[in-house]
């Protein structure tokens, strides 16, 4: 499994756009990069997933450049209630998800 | 539609009991996963289960054992408790292995 780095934590104020970048320099030909979301007390919720270059849902934005080495998640307009540990995971869609510590991100009014 | 439900919310043993904890997968999913969740850590992989057995397995010793019914639920068993028993349980179901469904958890307190 690919090792992940990714920020410990990051600020941000409502209304602004948060980009969370994920190095995965020994990502394999089969893996894709997935994004989870946790709040306190509650299981982690998947946000999205994607290959190579951009894929978008109603929650967010995933950016792959062409040597798929990193990753950014982005998240548009956040608020308070987007506040939570954000998991980046490489993987080949096995059957387990191998999490790291993730990206605590804390929004401010 | 109910989501992934576990049962029960918290729990405290003592060191070398037992625990059983429950698991209801999302309606239509299959497969069970479970995970332990240390404070301040991402959830680690213990294993999972499809068809009732189990098809994969993280770096938990044998103290960790589960089991999947015919309807698809799933019990996770410790054994032996230790003091770093202690974390978040967490249990999701799948149908699609990437996208993976996680219920509220289980606090279990090993005192």
């Known amino acids: ?28 030909t089969n893996d894709y990069i997935t994004w989870y979301q946790q709040f306190p007390s509650q299981g982690p919720r998947f946000i999205i997933q994607g290959y190579k270059t951009k894929v978008t849902n109603e929650v967010a934005s995933l950016f792959i450049p062409a ?17 939570a540990v954000y998991y980046c995971l490489v993987g080949d869609n096995d059957y387990k998800l191998s999490f790291g510590a993730g990206t605590t991100v804390t929004v401010r009014a | ?6 049962s029960p919310t918290h729990l405290i043993k003592t060191r070398g009991q ?3 904890l429950r698991c209801s997968p999302k309606s239509g999913h299959d497969t069970v996963s479970w995970y332990q969740q240390a404070l301040g850590q991402g ?18 010793p044998d103290r960790f054992s589960g089991h999947q019914f015919p309807n698809y639920s799933s019990e996770l068993n ?34």
């Open chain 1, 1 to 28: 499994l690919a090792k992940t780095t990714q920020p410990i934590s990051m600020d941000s104020y409502e209304g602004q756009e948060v980009n969370i970048t994920c190095s995965h320099n020994n990502i394999a």
């Open chain 1, 67 to 83: 040597d798929r080495k990193s990753s950014t998640l982005s998240l548009p307009r956040v608020s308070l209630s987007d506040t």
């Open chain 2, 1 to 6: 539609d109910a989501g992934v439900t576990q």
């Open chain 2, 18 to 20: 037992q625990v059983t």
């Open chain 2, 43 to 60: 959830p680690q992989f213990i294993f999972q289960y499809y068809e009732e057995e189990e098809r994969q397995r993280g770096n938990f």
């Open chain 2, 78 to 111: 410790v054994n032996a408790l230790l003091l770093g028993d202690s974390a978040l349980y967490l249990c999701a179901s799948s149908l699609k292995t990437y996208e993976q469904y996680f219920g509220p958890g289980t606090r279990l307190t090993v005192t």
